[in-house]
């Protein structure tokens, strides 16, 4: 009989480059970097999160708004909270790949409480997108309140009860029921409408939000706010009984005529569409890592269960099945790693535009002071970001980038349904407490191709994007395109 | 079948379909919420139209009818609440596998599981004169948890069938951990450690134990997984043409209109074989085939409706993720589905 080698058990043992061999060929500080973000993830999850996961999915079936504080606390000390914050605003700079990478270490644990944390960075995306607006409002506080041991949440509202699909995309939102609405008034805006199945809504301090200035021509009024969640006006309604991923409380929001004042603003008003594509180019390869991590989570506890069976270790079928479930699972980490790295090269270029480095050469009490900081939030500070955004990338590559995203996230969606299906019929009924957990990753897993659009929609994407070629208006217009677009 | 026993099987299909529509559908989530309550309403109503007694002769109280017919009144209960259905046919199961003293000792109204005993680690039987002391162990045995007794069903005690009360000397009855399909019918592990029980003799009744049973037991898993997926199918239609997204209904996306129509094909699939007797041609080949192409079918119809539904298919609410986790329980009892596979190829002989 052969000896088996080192990396021949749980594939949670596996290094970096084990995971990606397209690193063995790779620059060595990304290999550190994300080598580092991955081990600290990793300690995180098989530590705090696996230990726990059966239970708080037991006690929040029981009472969905039932949320482990001390094990998003615990997440603190691992920086997850700051991960995709830029230095600049004290944060650690990290990008899609970053998160990727961490989201597959935390979904192999645990889902649901992965998604907290993917739910967060999902709530700062529109933030990034947008420019250096808020790195010294929400962005720095988060990372400064996370060094103190204190989690300040985030979470991105853009789901309505009558239009999940058609916010998606804006052909169908102009065919759609969007009955959010924001008003401009003096010094801001009022925000009424109701938002529904929204992670981590229940929990966040601040929540992105999406809503139209004009229900007439919803896709180009579609605009960002930040929103406090402490707002008059502002509630939770019904936190959802869900099939699986319940660490993480999906509640409607309720905004009844909620103020918010004008540098809370995310980006120009109108320019939420595009915002939301390049959201989506950066959290669906997100949602193809927490889909990857629960497929090697199930993969991992029925081969670590086999090393007891080995009757059932000895036979055929088994090996066939455990062999595809490695074989997809490895060609699903790919794809978000291939979605993760077009969408950082593609954003590289702005980030390292003097314009932007200047401004993080900038100290961060200088930057607050009230004439800068009147500057960096006024509407020419907002031209000048878009202008940025139109010099160091095209309508094209965000479509390309975002339909490569799709194609990840559907993928890697699919693969969590089958790999978790096929280790629960591996292990069977007679598997102890492993069945258990099997049967939660498989409920878990049914959640990565309903959200961040469903698989068809993301597959339909991907036909516009790749298949078509198609170039979709992914940037925010330019200054000579916005006439008539005033609120 | 002579005329009056399909009028007697269209009538007793025809109640279960009504009891199900008027008292189970309604409270499906109380059922998969494993409340004793609703259980025990719902089962007294089953009995109260004789779903309890389906295969036993007159003599015993029941209905005298033949296994096709218990598969098809359980096919319309499991669309429903499959737990139930579960839970009915195993009770059916178990009557027609014990002898009939034991059988006519039942009370009315009492409810029993089958224990079908694995091949590996086999029960261990002493037989002294007249009776036998059994020991092992059956894992996963579903609707065993409160029931009033088990028959027991292994290799070892060829044609015989135990059957044992909770009370019985040398047997514990050890709860599972969480299960999260047919949670209507709590499952439990049997401890056997020297239960003392006489050696029952070969039971008259066409069902009978050993092969025959665990045959039914799966033919009925495959009736079982259509009832779900056709429930399935309703709720995933009936919605596709009340949701409006891109301003129309979902069901003129081409999208959603592959996903029915993929589940509506599952759905003719499996009819035939699932209603067709994978029973009553006595064939352990067409049981296990059912039993897989059913079950599977029954995963990707139920993950398919939710997938209709959207969000909202992934919250309990709508009913939609429940017949998921129920369809799934079909795919590995009482076996794994890869395993009825490896058995299934041995049921044929090589051609000549
Ligand atoms: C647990 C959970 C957490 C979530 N978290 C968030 C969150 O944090 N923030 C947020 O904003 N949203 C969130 N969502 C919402 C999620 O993104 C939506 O559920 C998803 O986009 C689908 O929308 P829907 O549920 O309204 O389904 P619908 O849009 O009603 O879709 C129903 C069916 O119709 C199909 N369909 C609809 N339109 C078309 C079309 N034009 N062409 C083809 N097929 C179509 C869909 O593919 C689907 O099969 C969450 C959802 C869930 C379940």
Redesign the pocket.
Known sequence: MSERGASGTASASRSLVEAFPRFRAGDRSTVRVLGDVRERARAFAQQHVQPLALEIDRRAAADPRYVDWDLIRAGCEHGLLSLAIPTAASGQGGLAREMCVALEELCAACPGVG?IFG?HG??LLPLLATGVTHWDGVLRDIAVAERQGRPVLM?????E?D???????AD?MRRGRITSQARPVTGGWRLTGT???????SLAEWITVCMPFDPQRPAETWTCFLVDARSEGFSVGRV?H?MG?RA?P?AELVFDDVFVPDDLVVGRPGDGMPTTYLVLAASRPAVAAIATGIARGAYDRVLTWLEHEPALLGRQQVQLALARMEEEIHLARQSYLDAATELDVMISPALRHPLVRAMGLVPPAARRVPRVRRWITSPRSGQATVALLHRTMTNRAVTRSLALSSLAKAHAADVAMSVTGLALELAGLDSGDIRAELEKLWRDAK?TQ????????NR?TVYRGLSRGETMQALPPSRRDLVGRQP | MSATTTDLHDEMVGAVRDLTRREVTPCAAALDASDRETFAHCWASACAIGLDRVLLNDKLGGAGLGPAELLAMVEEMAAGDAGLAIAVLLHNVALAALPAEAVAAVADGERWSVALAPQAPPLALGVMTGSARVSGRIPFVPGALGADGVAILAPCLGSAALGLRPTAPGLTIQPNPSQMGWRAAPAATLVLDGVDNAVATPVPHPVGPGAETTRLVRAGVAVVARGIARRAWELALD??HS?H??GVP?IE????RD?LAGMAAHLEGVGPVAMSGAWLAGDDGRALAAKVLASDAAVAVTSDAV?????????CETGVEKLMRDAMYCRLYPEPNWLARDQLVGCFERPR
């Open positions: 998604n739910a999902l709530g979470a991105c509202a853009v789901t009860p239009a999940g699909t058609d916010v998606e995309e169908l938002k529904r199945f929204i992670s981590n809504g959802e869900k991923q993480c999906a959640l309903i959200y961040e659009g469903t698989n068809q929609l339909l | 919605y596709a949701r997204q891109g979902i996306h081409g999208a959603v996903l997938q209709v539904f959207g969000g909202a298919g992934y919250m």
